[in-house]
């Protein structure tokens, strides 16, 4: 019945639709970019369509690529958890979940310590980047912790903490004269919703417009530095409640102004329906909501 199945051609066609080009399935998969060509080519001939359009830039889904994705990656991870069904518990207790760098380490990171402790037989892994994943696309992740502004509805959820942002200050600084200049941390922060972060909007829900007047810019890529930075002594950061909390709560750095505030994200874990009837899902589930309630 499937003796005339590519399986191997199918693996190979799903790992580069997935990671979006030829290079980095061969690196998944530890072969040469030739051979998921050659494979893609096979797969492709067997059909007797074009699964992907090339160009100088690369590959992309055509859309008959893009539906066989959608099927193969179903019927794929489907036989993965039918494989790990029939290992030892012992084996198959892994969960994986996708998040920020910055809400890594300054959030999750510090606090799953407790969870290593608490459930020892769970393996947790993280994997952070910039990229929203689409959980309905990839089901190598169990779930993914996000900022939302507007939820997926096709997703389940568990609010975490909801965002705000705030100007924060080593202890004890104080606002230097009005002839001085004012070190002022900068993070690009960017969202689909059109939500605007930024100094020169905090400065004038402030009443602070002359900030910005005498202001020396120091830019960062990424939050958590931008926060050592501040720790530091460097200049005043326009941080995020959720991710600057851990610095509040050991000292390094104290809210200024706190009644001024701009509204961002919510914070949520979601996923696929059906996911948290998974023995680990819901373990890990529990242990944030024990988490928040701390």
């Known amino acids: 019945m499937f003796a005339k199945l590519p399986l191997t051609a199918l693996r190979t066609f799903e790992s580069a639709a997935r990671l979006g080009g030829f290079k980095a399935a061969s690196e998944e998969l530890a072969v040469t970019p030739a ?32 539906q066989l994705y959608l099927q193969v990656h179903q019927g794929l991870a489907n036989l993965q958890r039918s494989v790990d069904a029939l290992q030892p518990p012992c084996d198959r207790q892994q969960l994986t979940l996708t998040t920020t760098a910055a809400f890594a380490s300054a959030w999750l990171i510090p606090r799953l310590g407790d969870f290593h402790c608490r459930y020892a037989d769970i393996q ?24 939302e502004f507007t939820p997926d509805p096709a997703l389940q959820r568990l609010p975490l903490l909801a965002e705000h942002f705030s100007v924060y200050t080593p202890p004890g600084w104080q ?9 002022l941390l900068e993070v690009p922060w960017t969202s ?43 200049g005043l950061v326009l941080a995020s409640n959720v991710l600057v909390a851990d610095s509040v709560r050991q000292g390094l750095l104290q809210p200024w102004r706190e009644d001024v505030r701009l509204p961002a994200a919510q914070y949520s874990a979601v996923w696929l329906p059906g996911r948290e009837r998974e023995p680990a899902v819901r373990t890990f589930l529990d242990w944030l909501e024990h988490q928040l309630r701390r």
């Open 35 to 66: 051979a998921v060509s050659h494979q893609i080519k096979r797969l492709e001939s067997h059909l007797g369509l074009l699964l992907f359009e090339r160009s100088t830039q690369g590959v992309r889904l055509s859309d008959a690529g893009e």
């Open 124 to 147: 947790v892994r993280v994997l952070t980047g910039s990229d929203v994943v689409d959980l309905q696309r990839d089901h190598r992740f169990d779930l993914a912790l996000r900022a």
């Open 175 to 183: 606002e230097p004269p009005a002839n001085l200049p004012l070190a």
């Open 192 to 234: 689909v919703s059109g939500v605007v972060i930024d100094w020169a909007r905090w400065c004038a829900l402030a009443g602070c417009e002359d900030w910005l007047l005498r202001a020396r810019f120091h830019h960062y890529d990424d939050e958590h530095h931008a926060l050592q930075a501040a720790a530091a002594g460097y």
